[in-house]
């Protein structure tokens, strides 16, 4: 079955990156786009971007442009999303959601979450 | 940028149906995905492309879309369908695509 495995959570002093991996299991990797979405404590969903697996080439949300970076490793089927020059309000659960064949798509299924917390 | 605007919460009685709005401008245009999120668990897709079922969700959910609102219905509420909600389109201009996700609507089985 379609499975999407994320490492475990983090904790980052402010100023600092992170990056988090999504490994992809139950299907052709490179068919898919990949969407990663966080989740502050207590709020709802925000979209931060998307990977197509294939060729490597993402779309950032206006709001992360210039700190986040996705990437792909399609030796190991694994996504990464790294978040630079963290701050407090970066603390969140990132979740990593397999998309469809085209970019304009509905996501799932989703990762388990990876807990975030930036803090000093 | 688009805006997606739900209630903050909705609360049916078991048996009951549940419809959860999903305002935004001109939505009908649009396709409107619906995600189902329990306390500490990821979401899970539950209607896409307006009134679509993945596979393994019950019948007893579905979804409209017309005008400048969407809705995700569920018929003969049970206490597992209590959770959060949230609804989701793609914003498409010259420029930019972004995914955009209601504010999302905390569901009550009373």
């Known amino acids: 079955q379609v499975q999407l495995l994320q490492s475990g959570a983090e904790v980052k002093e402010p100023g600092a990156s992170m990056k988090v991996s999504c490994k992809a299991s139950?299907?052709?990797?490179?068919?898919?786009?990949v969407n990663w979405v966080r989740q502050a404590p207590g709020q709802g969903l925000e979209w931060m971007g998307i990977?197509?697996?294939?060729?490597?080439?993402?779309i950032y949300a206006q709001k992360f442009q210039g700190r986040v970076t996705m990437t792909r490793d399609t030796s190991t089927t694994t996504v990464y999303m790294e978040l630079s020059n963290l701050r407090s309000e970066d603390t969140a659960v990132y979740y990593c959601a397999r998309g469809g064949a085209t970019v304009v798509n509905h996501l799932g299924p989703w990762g388990q979450g990876t807990l975030v917390t930036v803090s000093s | 940028s688009y805006v997606l605007t739900q209630p903050p919460s909705v609360s049916v009685a078991p048996g009951q149906t549940a419809r959860i709005t999903c305002g935004g401008n001109n939505i009908g245009s649009k396709s409107v995905h619906w995600y189902q999120q329990k306390p500490g668990q990821a979401p899970v897709l539950v209607v896409f492309?307006?009134?679509d079922r993945p596979s393994g969700i019950p019948e007893r959910f579905s979804g409209s879309n017309s005008g400048n609102t969407a809705t995700l219905s569920i018929s003969r509420v049970v206490a597992g369908d209590e959770a959060d909600y949230y609804c989701q389109v793609w914003d498409i201009s010259s420029d930019q695509r972004d995914v955009v996700f209601g504010g999302g609507t905390k569901l009550t089985v009373l």
């Open positions: 139950g299907y052709t990797f490179t068919t898919y786009y």
């Open positions: 492309d307006d009134y």
């Open positions: 990977i197509n697996p294939s060729g490597g080439t993402t």
